[in-house]
């Protein structure tokens, strides 16, 4: 059996390895094994051009994740089913012509959905949530916020027409989980910081989906206003 299993975690690496970004894409998304775990990438890296998620077991085995045009800020890349268990984890974030590396360890359990979000302080860093994704009910939408603006030590976060309890205190680097909310009552966020100097009102320029789920991303720097609308620091991404 312990044979089997390693035949089949080499094969598929393999493949991994030689295929195209289509061909990778219906390897990783067909298959079924218990034996797998679905991961999302975020780059919150402000200015960046892209960065590169690779795994493998040592320095020497990398296997890349995300797609050859990497993944630019403020975007993410979509779920997609990994092997679980223990792996090493490397990240290459490329601007300004350059190229800066980190290398860390990730763990990865069955059946599980996580996001890898990938930021800067001081150095590259990332942080592993585990998300429920199961779906809401109809009418309404799951939304959670992710707060990566630089400047925004923490962040409040009212929605629009909603009686809902507004998130508050999300730390810089900070992700909470999932809230279902009615689809209706979504039409604006307004951010603030709680001694009340920083006030952000974004509203909502699309149409959620019945039963969507989305992740609600602060992005950017408030060290760098010159030129920003409200909309730079936000980010509206639909994940299902």
Not at 131 to 137: A, E, F, G, Q, V
Not at 149 to 168: S, W, Y
Not at 185 to 190: H, I, P
Not at 201 to 219: A, C, E, P, R, S
Request: aromatic share 10%; net charge neutral.
């Amino acid at each position: 059996m312990v044979v089997k299993r390693l035949l089949l975690f080499f094969s598929v690496l393999m493949v991994l390895s030689s295929c195209t970004k289509d061909d990778q894409d219906k390897v990783i998304n067909n298959n079924s094994y218990d034996a797998f775990a679905s991961v999302s990438i975020f780059n919150t890296i402000q200015q960046s051009d892209g960065i590169i998620v690779s795994v493998g077991h040592d320095k020497k085995e990398r296997n890349m994740i995300t797609p050859n045009n990497q993944v630019k800020f403020g975007d993410y890349f979509g779920y997609r089913n990994w092997f679980s268990g223990n792996w090493d984890l490397f990240i290459d974030n490329k601007q300004d012509g350059k190229v800066e590396s980190m290398h860390d360890k990730l763990v990865l359990h069955n059946r599980k959905s996580y996001s890898l979000f990938v930021f800067r302080d001081q150095s590259l860093k990332q942080i592993l949530t585990e998300d429920n994704i199961i779906s809401p009910k109809n009418g309404m939408v799951k939304i959670r916020i992710a707060n990566f603006l630089q400047g925004l030590d923490k962040a409040n976060v009212k929605m629009g027409n909603t009686n809902e309890k507004p998130f508050n205190q999300i730390h810089f680097s900070g992700v909470t989980d999932f809230v279902e909310i009615d689809l209706k009552s979504v039409t604006s966020f307004k951010i603030t910081s709680p001694n009340s100097q920083v006030e952000i009102l974004y509203n909502l320029d699309m149409k959620l989906v019945d039963k969507g789920i989305y992740t609600v991303l602060l992005k950017g720097s408030l060290f760098n206003l010159e030129g920003a609308e409200n909309q730079d620091y936000i980010g509206i991404l639909k994940q299902y």
